[in-house]
T-cell receptor, first 115, second 112 residues
């Protein structure tokens, strides 16, 4: 069964450093999303991406965040200057149809620890 | 604004019991509802996707029901096993891009 692949599985970074989280969505999917889950809290939407541009973003997704699909297969989330409160599990998801008929497939996540 | 609630927050049952997890949502104008499983520190595994036109969806020992008009879904797990121990999340699409809106989850522990 096709999978969404995320790397790395765990990243530790110092406060103020830039990090790039990587995702390879399912190849025929067109809609891409990033979510995050702070330990013990709900899974929260960050951003959706379609046709090489951001379709929707949440209040969390401020200027320190950016997304990119640089080469037609990878989908990246960049955090420019990490803060302690960015420590969370980050999930990438994709869908062929904005989730209407086929739902969403999630990756296994990247655990980001900011120290 | 769509809100999703799950009860109970935690549930502990002996092996072999049948159990029901509940999910409620405030806006009934949804395309579908998706149930996920999350093991500790791990990703989200899709269990069942139930469309708004369906009332039930089954996969093995799992059965999900959906009552759009009342804003409720249930996940029924038959003959529970210790391997079913995990957090179960429900989510509905909403907003301009059908982003998923998640409940807080039910932490299930099945005791051998």
């Amino acid at each position: 069964e096709p999978e969404v692949t995320q790397t790395p599985s765990h990243q530790v970074t110092q406060m103020g450093q830039e990090v790039i989280l990587r995702c390879v969505p399912i190849s025929n999917h067109l809609y891409f999303y990033w979510y995050r889950q702070i330990l013990g809290q709900k899974v929260e939407f960050l951003v959706s991406f379609y046709n090489n541009e951001i379709s929707e973003k949440s209040e969390i997704f401020d200027d320190q965040f950016s997304v990119e699909r640089p080469d037609g297969s990878n989908f990246t989330l960049k955090i420019r200057s990490t803060k302690l409160e960015d420590s969370a599990m980050y999930f990438c998801a994709s869908s062929p149809d904005r989730g209407t008929a086929y739902g969403y497939t999630f990756g296994s996540g990247t655990r980001l620890t900011v120290v | 604004k769509q809100e999703v609630t799950q009860i109970p927050a935690a549930l502990s049952v002996p092996e072999g019991e049948n159990l029901v997890l509940n999910c409620s949502f405030t806006d009934s104008a949804i395309y579908n509802l998706q149930w996920f499983r999350q093991d500790p520190g791990k990703g989200l595994t899709s269990l069942l996707l139930i469309q708004s036109s369906q009332r039930e969806q089954t996969s093995g020992r799992l059965n999900a029901s959906l009552d759009k008009s009342s804003g409720r879904s249930t996940l029924y797990i038959a003959a529970s096993q210790p391997g079913d121990s995990a957090t179960y999340l429900c989510a509905v699409p909403g907003g301009a891009t059908n982003k998923l809106i998640f409940g807080t989850g039910t932490l299930l522990a099945v005791q051998p």
